[in-house]
């Protein structure tokens, strides 16, 4: 019985010490970026078939913003978005909330029509339309810093920040804007997933000299993904804001903002089924 007597006192010292005991602990180091952003790439292209299984619902809104900040004018469209070879295809079906209908309703048709079989014949990872840049040629050029650990949405995250190296070679327009780019990637530590991209210019981006357009220092956008039901990572959202002149003459400042959600698993089978039938009645 005399042992038990310090038990409290034991118990308390051990719960003090905690604390330290647990700072002095080893960290599991951070592993190197670039190899880490090569299994962000090799998982995100396993998932690609796995992606072509569902379709889901995002809404866009484009507000038109004076340079006090109001905003002036503002367009809601709602999507139905699918993939195609690895491509997401988005098909316009309402706006402002009003569906779609007649010759706008057959132009949209045949718009995604034309998009799909153009999906069919471009090789996954290369863009439909406009310049594009993947996320691992991206930090090429760029200089990594500030590698860390931090907690987003209650799940354990590796994060970095980014900034374009002035003396990197570029090849095109998206490689050559990357250079005035900078911001911090968040990427999932256990699915080795992008759960979150931030990037803003940090100056201004001439196209074809300025004479074209010139998008202005402070311009930005925010990306997001997250995992659905059986694990699959799939877009939750965006938001930018883009400042830029147009020609010289004409300003544009607008604020993005789109939603990702209503996510839904079709089967392939019951799709084409519904394709022929539709062929058919033509």
């Known amino acids: ?112 029509t034309k998009m799909v079989e153009k999906a069919e014949k471009t090789p996954r990872g290369q863009p439909l339309e406009g310049p594009s840049i993947t996320i691992s040629r991206l930090l090429d050029l760029m200089e990594v810093r500030n590698p860390r650990r931090e907690m987003f949405r209650g799940r354990p995250t590796i994060v970095f920040d980014f900034v374009g190296r002035k003396d990197a070679k570029t090849h095109g327009l998206a ?52 995992a659905q039901e059986g694990g699959l990572w799939l877009p939750t959202g965006g938001e930018g804001l883009m400042q830029a002149r147009i020609l010289l003459l004409k300003s544009v400042r607008q604020h993005f903002i789109e939603r990702d959600n209503g996510y839904k698993r079709f089967k392939v089978e019951t799709q084409q089924t519904r394709t022929a039938n539709e062929e058919t009645q033509r």
């Not at 005991?21 to 995100?44: F, G, N, R, T």
């Not at 968040?186 to 074809?208: N, T």
């Open 1 to 112: 019985m005399k042992l038990l007597a310090p038990l409290p006192l034991f118990v308390l010292v051990c719960a003090c010490l905690a604390p330290l005991m647990a700072q002095h602990q080893v960290e599991k180091p951070i592993p190197d970026i670039h190899l880490l952003v090569q299994e962000v790439a090799a998982h995100q292209k396993q998932l690609d078939e796995i992606r072509e299984s569902y379709t889901y619902t995002s809404s866009q809104t484009i507000q038109d913003i004076d340079k006090n900040g109001r905003v002036k004018k503002a367009e809601t469209v709602e999507h139905e978005d699918f993939f195609v070879n690895g491509h997401i295809i988005e098909r316009t079906v309402k706006k402002d909330g009003q569906p779609l209908t007649g010759h706008d309703l057959e132009k949209e048709n045949e718009r995604v």
């Open 175 to 226: 490689e050559d804007a990357s250079k005035k780019l900078a911001g911090t990637l968040w990427i999932d530590e256990a699915d080795r997933q992008v759960a979150r991209l931030q990037v803003h210019f940090e100056d201004d981006f001439g196209i074809a000299g300025g004479l074209l357009a010139k998008i202005q220092k402070g311009s930005n956008f925010s990306f997001e993904q997250a």
